[in-house]
């Protein structure tokens, strides 16, 4: 079964600065879709970045980045210049495909502060 | 124009009551899905629907009964409420169910039962 592990539950750092969530998950399948999902005191979820599985190259948007290291089995958020609107829950999350449908697999979350 | 809307955001009600929440969708998904968000921040999987068809049904009490009239439309309805039934339910949509396809999801609907 595929599981997804944030082992962060919770983190802070000032604004401006980076800071890098971690992500490891576990699976069998050879190709697959790993998402970054944030989550404003709002509620609403909103995707951040995704990454496919058989392209080596990290994914980036704008001050998001991921490092994508397949063998590892990691999946880290990496956001620069945070803001204070970055301060949100983050999710990262396994696109699991099953014979009919397909299925986000979350893991905990990691709760970010951004401090001024 | 909301891409996925869900009514009603909050909802409280007491153990026992039948309650529907809806969701639509105006992106022309073809595949549409329910997540439940517990008290922990905890997602995970209720049901998803293809063209108006289930083809995802996680281990769900058969209370909890999705409807989809048509493919822009998923509607949850749970009977019989239960304390453990509170929590924040999404919505999502997706263009199909392949697994490059992102998942658009509305903005959730908090279950209170009291």
């Known amino acids: 079964a595929q599981t997804v592990t944030q082992s962060q539950p919770e983190m802070s750092v000032q604004e401006a600065e980076t800071v890098t969530l971690s992500c490891t998950y576990d699976t069998s399948e050879s190709n697959y879709y790993l998402f970054w999902y944030k989550q404003p005191p709002s509620r609403q979820m909103i995707l951040v970045i995704r990454?496919?599985?058989?392209?080596?190259q990290n994914a980036t948007e704008n001050r998001f980045s991921v490092n994508f290291q397949k063998a590892a089995k990691s999946f880290s958020l990496k956001i620069s210049d945070s803001q204070l609107g970055d301060t949100a829950m983050y999710f990262c999350a396994f696109m699991k495909l099953m014979e009919y449908g397909n299925k986000l697999v979350f893991g905990a979350g990691t709760i970010l502060r951004v401090k001024s | 124009d909301t891409a996925v809307s869900q009514t009603p955001k909050y909802l409280v009600t007491q153990m026992g009551n039948d309650k529907s929440i809806k969701c639509e969708q105006n992106?022309?998904?073809?595949?549409m899905y329910w997540y439940k968000q517990d008290s922990k921040k905890f997602l995970k999987i209720m049901f998803s629907y293809n063209n108006k068809e289930l083809i995802i049904n996680e281990t769900v009490p058969n209370r909890f009964s999705p409807k989809s009239p048509d493919k822009a439309h998923l509607n949850l309805h749970i009977n019989s409420l239960e304390l453990g039934d509170s929590a924040v339910y999404f919505c999502?949509?997706?263009?199909?169910?392949?697994?490059?396809?992102?998942?658009?999801f509305g903005q959730g609907t908090r279950l209170t039962v009291v």
């Open positions: 999502a949509s997706s263009q199909d169910w392949a697994e490059n396809t992102e998942a658009f």
């Open positions: 992106l022309g998904h073809d595949t």
């Open positions: 990454q496919e599985a058989y392209k080596q």
